[in-house]
C-alpha cells in the first residue's frame, strides 16, 4: 500500500492557528488528489506546535489511463466537397495527436477518440505541494527572510517521503529530506526511515505527534498526580485544547499556593489560573484546591525551579486579585453604578450610565409584558453594569458579570438579583448555557437589544468578518432566549421601544426599524438551517410578523417539518400553490360578494373558506381545516375561470382566493417548499 509523507516544519505556530492549519491542508490535499481522480484510502494529520503533517495512505502510483472522446468541427467545415480533410480538419487531428484516419464523423461533426496517459504520483505532488502550502491563510501570516511568501511563522525545515524514498520538493527556499526536528532539548535530527515509522521516530526524540495521544497523556497523567493528593482536576476543554498544542512531551506538575488566596471570588482564583496562567485547577469534594498543575515542555525529573517559577508567577497574580477585591469591597456596590458616567458606551450613544438607564426601560417593559417581577429585575438592571468600574474587572475584564454577582451577594442583594447580574450577559457563546432565572433573561435581553439598536443607528452593522460589539452574537442570544425559555415577548415591539430609547436623533426611524428586523430575521434563519431544511425554515419565516412569536414560527418549523414527506401534505401543497400562482402579488381586505357568484363551485369554496377562522385557530388546527377543503379547492379549479371576461366577478373570484391564501400563510409560505 503506498503512503506519502508531508512535515512542514517551522518555529513555534499559534496554539489557535494549528488546528484550522491541518484542516486546511488536509482539505486541500483531498481535493487535489479527487480533481486527479487519484483514488485513496485515508489521510491521516498530525500536529505539535511546531510542525503540521500530513500521511496519505492507499492510493495508486498514477492517474489511471483514459480515451477521451473529443469533438472537433461541424463537417461541413472540416471537409471539403471532395471528402478530403480541410485546414480545420487537418488542425483539429494535429492539435490532437491523432492521425487523420482516425477521425470519425458522428451527429454531424468531426470526432477524434484520444488516449490520455495518467500522470504518476510523483509528478502530481511535485508540482502541487508548494502551491497548497501557500495557499494557507489564517491571521497574522509573514514574510521572512527576503521571501515574498508568507506563512503562519518561517517554515524551518520540510520532510517528503514516498513509501521509503525521498520525493524531492521545495517550499519557498526549503528543500525537502528526510531531517525532522526532535524536541527542542533532545535532537536537531531525527531521520524519518518511512511513513509507517514516522510516529515512532519522533516519540523516541521525545516528540508526540498525534495531538488526540498527548491531550490524552495530559489527561491521564494528570489525573495520576492528583490522585497523590487525593484531589481532581477540573479540565476546561479550550484549555485542554490550548495547552496541548502548547507543547511537545507534556509533563504535569502538582503546584501550590498559600490558602488566604482561596478567600478572593473562586471565580477570579480559577481565571488567574487557567486563563492567564493556562494552569489546571483542581478541587476535593467539589471544593476549590490551593494546588493546580501545570503542563511543562520538559524533558527530566527535576521540576523544582518549574514549579518555583510557576508558583512565584501565580502567587504575584492572586496578590494583585486581593488587594483589588479589598479596594473595591470598601464602598457600598451600589455606589459604583454612578461611576458609570465615565465610561463612554460608544461614541455618540452616551455613558454606560445612559445605558444602564435604558436597560432599566427596556427591563421593566418586558417585564410587565412577561409578568415577570418587577422590583428583582429593576434591581438586576441597576447593577448588571456596576462592576465594570470597580478594579478587578478592569484588571480582568473577562469576569465581568462574575465579579458584579460576587459584590452583589457579599453586599447581601437578593438571590435573584445575584443570579441575574451574572446570567444577563448569557449566552457567552454560540453553543453555551442560557441564562436559568427570569431576571438574566429579561435584563440580558434589555442589553443585547439596546447594542444592537445602538450599532445599527450609528451606522456600524456587521458587514463580512466585522462585528461591533458582538452584535450577531448578541442577536442570536435574544432568539435563543426567546424560544428555549417560551418567553411571550414581540421582539418587533421590543426593537421600535428600543429605537425610542435611542440618545440620537435619528432621520428615519422606519428604516432603522426594517434594518435590525431584518438582521434579527437573517439570523433567525441561520440558526434554524443548522438543523432543519432551508426551504422549510425559508416558508416558516416569510410572514411579516414572524418575530412578534418566536414561539410560534419554531413550533411551525418542527410542524412542517414532520408533516412535510406526507401524502397528505402534499396533497396540500398542490392545492395551495394553485391558490398562489393565481393571485400571486395580488392584494385585497375587501370580502367577496355572494351575489356574484355564478357557480356552486365558488359559493361551496366561499363557505369552507370563511369557516377557517384564523384569528381563534392555531397552525395545526388551520391544516385539518385545510385538508378537509382539498377536494372542494380542486373542484373549484377545474370548473371555475377565475379571470373572467366580467371585471367585477374576477375580482370577487381573485379576493376569495387571496382569502384563502392567507389561511396558508398561517402555517407556512409553501409557494418555497420544495416537494
Not at 142 to 156: E, G, N, S, T, Y
Not at 555 to 572: N, Y
Request: glycine share 4%.
Amino acid at each position: 500500500m503506498n503512503k506519502y509523507l508531508l512535515e512542514i516544519g517551522t518555529e513555534e505556530l499559534p496554539y489557535k492557528f494549528i488546528n484550522s492549519g491541518i484542516v486546511q491542508l488536509k482539505n486541500a490535499f483531498e481535493k487535489l488528489l479527487k480533481d486527479n481522480e487519484i483514488v485513496f484510502s485515508s489521510i491521516k494529520s498530525f500536529s505539535t506546535p511546531r510542525r503540521l503533517t500530513l500521511i496519505i495512505e492507499g492510493f495508486e502510483e498514477k492517474q489511471p489511463d483514459i480515451i477521451k472522446t473529443i469533438k472537433g468541427p461541424v463537417l461541413n467545415i472540416a471537409y471539403d466537397e471532395n471528402g478530403n480533410l480541410t485546414k480545420a480538419g487537418l488542425g483539429f487531428a494535429k492539435k490532437n495527436g491523432v492521425d487523420e484516419t482516425a477521425l470519425y464523423k458522428e451527429d454531424n461533426y468531426v470526432y477524434a477518440k484520444v488516449e490520455q496517459k495518467g500522470k504518476s504520483i510523483k509528478d502530481i505532488l511535485q508540482e502541487n505541494v508548494e502551491k497548497i502550502v501557500l495557499k494557507m491563510q489564517g491571521p497574522y501570516f509573514m514574510r521572512w527572510a527576503d521571501l515574498d511568501v508568507k506563512f503562519q511563522r518561517p517554515i524551518r525545515w520540510v520532510v517528503s517521503l514516498l513509501n521509503n524514498d525521498e520525493l524531492k520538493i521545495k517550499i519557498a527556499d526549503i528543500e525537502s529530506s528526510r531531517y525532522s526536528r526532535g524536541h527542542r532539548f533532545k535532537s536537531d535530527r531525527v531521520e524519518i526511515q518511512n511513513p509507517d515509522t514516522y510516529e515512532q521516530d519522533l516519540y523516541n526524540a521525545n516528540v508526540v505527534v498525534d495531538f488526540e495521544k498527548r491531550k490524552q497523556i495530559i489527561i491521564n497523567d494528570s489525573k495520576k498526580e492528583a490522585a497523590k493528593i487525593n484531589a481532581e482536576v477540573y479540565f476546561d476543554e479550550n484549555l485542554l485544547e490550548e495547552v496541548t498544542n502548547l507543547c511537545e512531551w507534556p509533563v504535569p506538575v502538582v503546584c501550590g499556593f498559600d490558602e488566604k488566596y482561596l478567600d478572593i471570588p473562586e471565580k477570579v482564583t480559577v481565571t488567574v489560573m487557567a486563563v492567564h496562567q493556562r494552569y489546571f485547577p483542581m478541587y476535593r469534594d467539589g471544593k476549590l484546591l490551593n494546588n493546580f498543575i501545570t503542563i511543562t515542555n520538559y524533558i527530566g525529573t527535576n521540576f523544582e525551579n518549574i514549579k518555583a517559577g510557576n508558583e512565584r508567577v501565580v502567587v504575584a497574580r492572586l496578590d494583585d486579585a486581593i488587594f483589588f477585591f479589598n479596594e473595591d469591597t470598601k464602598i457600598p456596590f451600589e455606589n459604583y453604578v454612578e461611576k458609570l458616567k465615565g465610561i463612554t458606551f460608544q461614541k455618540g450613544m452616551g455613558s454606560m450610565y445612559d445605558k444602564t438607564q435604558r436597560i432599566i426601560k427596556l427591563s421593566e417593559y418586558l417585564a410587565q409584558k412577561t409578568n415577570a417581577p418587577l422590583d428583582t429585575i429593576k434591581r438586576t438592571a441597576l447593577l448588571c453594569k456596576a462592576d465594570l468600574v470597580t478594579s478587578l474587572v478592569f484588571e480582568f475584564t473577562e469576569l465581568q458579570g462574575f465579579i458584579g454577582s460576587d459584590y452583589a451577594f457579599n453586599a447581601g442583594e437578593k438571590t435573584e438579583v445575584v443570579q441575574g447580574i451574572k446570567e444577563h450577559y448569557y449566552p457567552l457563546g454560540a453553543d453555551s448555557e442560557l441564562a436559568s432565572g427570569i431576571e438574566g433573561q429579561i435584563v440580558g435581553i434589555a442589553d443585547k437589544i439596546d447594542t444592537i439598536v445602538a450599532v445599527f443607528a450609528e451606522g456600524k452593522k456587521p458587514t463580512g468578518s466585522a462585528d461591533p460589539l458582538g452584535v450577531r452574537r448578541a442577536t442570536l442570544g435574544i432568539i435563543k432566549t426567546v424560544i428555549q425559555k417560551s418567553l411571550d415577548i414581540d421582539l418587533q415591539e421590543l426593537i421600535k421601544k428600543s429605537i425610542e430609547l435611542m440618545p440620537v436623533e435619528i432621520a428615519d426611524k422606519n428604516a432603522l426599524y426594517s434594518d435590525v428586523k431584518m438582521f434579527f430575521e437573517q439570523r433567525l434563519n441561520i440558526y434554524y438551517t443548522e438543523k432543519y431544511r432551508h426551504d422549510v425554515v425559508d416558508a416558516c419565516i416569510s410572514g411579516e410578523n414572524v418575530l412578534s412569536d418566536l414561539k410560534d414560527f419554531a413550533d411551525r418549523v418542527e410542524f412542517v417539518s414532520e408533516k412535510i414527506q406526507s401524502a397528505e401534505f402534499a396533497k396540500l401543497n398542490e392545492a395551495a400553490n394553485r391558490v398562489i400562482r393565481i393571485v400571486k402579488d395580488y392584494k385585497s381586505e375587501q370580502l367577496p360578494v355572494d351575489t356574484l357568484f355564478n357557480c356552486p363551485q365558488e359559493k361551496q369554496l366561499w363557505t369552507c373558506t370563511s369557516s377557517i377562522d384564523i384569528e381563534k385557530l392555531n397552525y395545526k388546527e388551520i391544516y385539518e381545516q385545510l385538508s378537509k377543503i382539498i377536494s372542494t379547492i380542486d373542484e373549484f379549479f377545474e370548473k371555475v375561470l377565475v379571470m373572467d371576461k366580467d371585471e367585477k366577478v374576477k375580482q370577487n373570484r381573485l379576493n376569495l382566493l387571496y382569502i384563502l391564501k392567507r389561511k396558508f400563510d398561517k402555517i407556512a409560505d409553501f409557494s418555497k417548499l420544495v416537494i
